[in-house]
């Protein structure tokens, strides 16, 4: 179980190294150390390390090599299911695999998951209780990424019919789980022009997703879209950011994590020059979290007219 412990926890030790600019440390977390590849080219190094602290077990080398690797690779795979994008093929420059059917941190598969790991480690093995409580626990956990699979295919039918019925010509959709939930999504939807926000809950009585429009210009600068930072956000973000002029600075946001005005990861990416932007090492912009949003968010699963407020900003509904 330590061993399962430590080769699960990894891949995420990319955090600790730092690479001297915001957009890098921002777009390599999940980069070369969450590679099916480069986990794979780990994988008899860590069962070199196993088998020399426990010689005793070197009969069952194949079964460590099993062990190593899937705790590698259901890790990896776990969080392609986030929105933030993990590059589980690097260094092919395909870009990161975001399926984003669950949230960053979801009690409802995390916590049998923690109660199937407890059971394991504190009941008797001879009894195999724990055995079998985990057994049932990991069955629960596993069911419910299933149903988030499933609910999110549901809810990109219903936006792109809500989409068709109103008109809307866009470019790109992606629909996001809530914090904390599969029941409330947000749909994030692309224009030439700007980008829409809607909200849709599996218990709302109708279909129809009410959106608002946010209007915004995402040209860059002459010089600017050539800036290795913005390159890469554009990648990275599969093409959800935006753009926008902070004093003199110039700000790309990533769309696709937070809720309207409260985004999770905004990066200084150039500064306005005349006549040309000036190119600058890219910065980490921190605004608002907005934890407020938090119970609009726990009011509209149940009602699409919460009576708590939520701050949207400038936009336009539709």
């Known amino acids: 179980m330590l061993w399962g412990g430590i080769c699960g926890l990894f891949p995420d030790l990319d955090v600790m190294v730092p690479l001297g600019d915001a957009v890098k440390n921002f777009t390599y977390h999940r980069g070369p150390s969450h590679s099916l590849f480069v986990l794979a080219a780990l994988t008899p190094l860590f069962v070199y390390v196993i088998l020399k602290v426990h010689p005793q077990t070197t009969q069952y080398r194949i079964r460590w090599y099993a062990l190593v690797y899937l705790a590698f690779a259901t890790h990896v795979l776990l969080d392609c299911l986030t929105v933030y994008g993990t590059q589980i093929l690097w260094p092919l420059s395909t870009p990161p695999v975001m399926w984003s059917t669950i949230f960053i941190i979801d009690p409802a598969y995390s916590i049998p998951l923690f109660f199937g790991v407890l059971a394991a480690l504190i009941l008797s093995r001879q009894a195999k209780l724990g055995h079998a409580v985990n057994t049932a626990c990991l069955i629960l956990s596993t069911g419910y990424l299933i149903w988030s699979a499933g609910a999110k295919q549901f809810v990109n039918n219903t936006a792109h019919e809500s989409l068709t019925h109103q008109n809307i010509v866009y470019e790109r959709l992606l629909t996001v789980p809530a914090p904390f939930n ?111 949003q938090l119970n609009w968010v726990w009011q509209r699963i149940w009602t699409d007219t919460p009576e708590v407020a939520r701050y949207r900003g400038d936009q336009n509904s539709i």
Request: no cysteine.
């Open 182 to 292: 599969t029941f409330l999504w947000r749909v994030l939807v692309m224009d030439a022009g700007g980008y829409y926000e809607g909200f849709y809950s599996l218990l709302d009585d109708s279909r129809a997703i009410r959106f608002d429009y946010y209007p915004n210009d995402r040209k860059l600068p002459d010089g600017l879209d050539r800036h290795w930072p913005v390159e890469r956000l554009k990648w990275f973000t599969h093409g959800f950011y935006s753009v926008e002029r902070l004093g003199s600075d110039i700000v790309m946001t990533d769309l696709r994590m937070g809720l309207e005005r409260n985004y999770v990861f905004s990066f200084k990416v150039g500064q306005v020059g005349n006549p040309h932007a000036i190119l600058t090492k890219s910065e980490r912009v921190f605004g608002e979290r907005g934890w407020e």
